[in-house]
């Protein structure tokens, strides 16, 4: 199997974004954003998923994080598209469990060629306080701009009974169970024998 790698490239008036994206690799990271809160997530996201990830970005983080964070999302599933190809043999599905203290993240991916994404929250769940700006809404639209690039549909669920973790904390399951479960949807099933795990033949 050839190696499944793409080149991360991304520039507008609001980010410059570049970067090299191994998906069969061992979880190295060399990521520099100027959101140090997601460079920690992505180094836990690589490391758990086992995918090799360097990263350089500047973005118009004077304004706000807004632009960067999205961008970084849009960049990154599109760099995961490219190194899937055709998607033959890949098992498509994937799903991950990560605690953390009281906190339990479940991420479940479907590499479908539809982007959607669904966080479930329980029912009178505290509003998240954010960490240097970085709110709950960031991490939305980070999630929400990769899986529409990558044309997947991730759902998150979120446990938290006892409503007491912060935003760190919930990230961290989040970002951990996500890369355990994209790594999981992207490994080849040698039952597959190359083929595209769809009844339609593609995905696109």
């Not at 970067?19 to 997601?38: A, C, E, R, S, Y």
């Not at 995961?80 to 890949?90: C, R, S, W």
């Not at 306080?129 to 529409?148: I, M, P, V």
Request: charge should be neutral.
């Amino acid at each position: 199997m050839s190696q499944r790698t793409a080149s991360i490239e991304r520039k507008s008036k609001e980010t410059q974004i570049t970067g090299q994206l191994t998906v069969d690799g061992k979880g190295k990271t060399k990521i520099k954003t100027p959101i140090g809160i997601l460079d920690h997530m992505l180094d836990l996201f690589s490391f758990h998923g086992f995918f090799d990830l360097t990263l350089s970005v500047k973005g118009d983080t004077h304004i706000d994080i807004h632009h960067t964070n999205e961008d970084i999302g849009i960049a990154l599933g599109k760099a995961f598209k490219a190194a899937l190809g055709e998607k033959e043999g890949i098992k498509r599905f994937g799903s991950g469990f990560a605690p953390m203290e009281d906190t339990l993240g479940n991420t479940v991916v479907d590499i479908s060629g539809r982007g959607h994404l669904h966080i479930r929250l329980p029912a009178g769940s505290p509003v998240l306080k954010g960490e240097d700006g970085y709110t709950f809404q960031h991490l939305e639209h980070f999630l929400d701009s990769f899986a529409k690039n990558l044309g997947a549909n991730i759902i998150v669920t979120i446990q938290n009974p006892t409503g007491s973790a912060d935003l760190h904390t919930i990230m961290e399951t989040v970002f951990k169970s996500l890369g355990m479960a994209l790594d999981q949807a992207t490994q080849i099933d040698p039952r597959r024998k190359g083929v595209v795990p769809s009844t339609k033949g593609i995905i696109d």
